[in-house]
T-cell receptor, first 110, second 114 residues
Framework: RKEVEQDPGPFNVPEGATVAFNCTYS??????FFWYRQDCRKEPKLLMS???SGNEDGRFTAQLNRASQYISLLIRDSKLSDSATYLC???????????FGTGTRLKVLA | SQTIHQWPATLVQPVGSPLSLECTVE??????LYWYRQAAGRGLQLLFY??????ISSEVPQNLSASRPQDRQFILSSKKLLLSDSGFYLC?????????????FGSGTRLTIV
């Protein structure tokens, strides 16, 4: 089993739609969780951290479910500019190493 | 503010040639530094990380090496490149000793071995 698993997609959604991605992780000792966004042929950029209580940043909402070992990202009112690959990232406490998922590709269609 | 510089942006090298990629961070001190590689269609793979000058931890055994000659400088090297070394090489940094803060990545070097 991979340490971090994501559905590769692509998720093709119309503008204005709501879309959600899930990511599962295998290490129950994981303590830090993030979503990164990566545009084609560019470096990944931090989208948001994921906190235990869940957190929201504008149209983006992240949730953590420790019991089932998954995190989710919800994007509301999708924009064309949201088209990118979304990477799930997990790190265990006391480690410098982040484990990246292979990403979920999102295409927002006009 | 802190910035991270990575160069070159693209590189085409023949098999068997040497490699040196450089990464520098500005605006901070004693950062944790990382080298990742992203092969085509695959996830990011951690190659090396460093928590201080001269301190290098290797995550994968291969023909690559890393060095940290100065606090904010991280270098990835190879004596003889393989075809399988092609990929997108990313340098990253963060500050805290615990993994509470996300990384900031440099703009990457796209390496093609021919």
């Amino acid at each position: 089993r991979k340490e971090v698993e994501q559905d590769p997609g692509p998720f093709n959604v119309p503008e204005g739609a709501t879309v959600a991605f899930n990511c599962t992780y295998s290490n129950s000792a994981s303590q830090s969780f993030f979503w990164y966004r990566q545009d084609c042929r560019k470096e990944p950029k931090l989208l948001m951290s994921v906190y235990s209580s869940g957190n929201e940043d504008g149209r983006f909402t992240a949730q953590l479910n420790r019991a089932s070992q998954y995190i989710s990202l919800l994007i509301r009112d999708s924009k064309l500019s949201d088209s990118a690959t979304y990477l799930c990232v997990v790190a265990a406490s006391g480690t410098y190493k982040y484990i990246f998922g292979t990403g979920t590709r999102l295409k927002v269609l006009a | 503010s802190q910035t991270i510089h990575q160069w070159p942006a693209t590189l085409v090298q023949p098999v068997g040639s040497p490699l040196s990629l450089e990464c520098t961070v500005e605006g901070t001190s004693n950062p944790n530094l990382y080298w990742y590689r992203q092969a085509a269609g695959r996830g990011l793979q951690l190659l090396f990380y460093s928590v201080g000058i001269g301190q290098i931890s290797s995550e994968v055994p291969q023909n690559l090496s890393a060095s940290r000659p100065q606090d904010r400088q991280f270098i990835l090297s190879s004596k003889k490149l393989l075809l399988s070394d092609s990929g997108f090489y990313l340098c990253a940094w963060n500050l805290h000793r615990e993994a509470w803060d996300g990384y900031t990545f440099g703009s990457g070097t796209r390496l093609t071995i021919v």
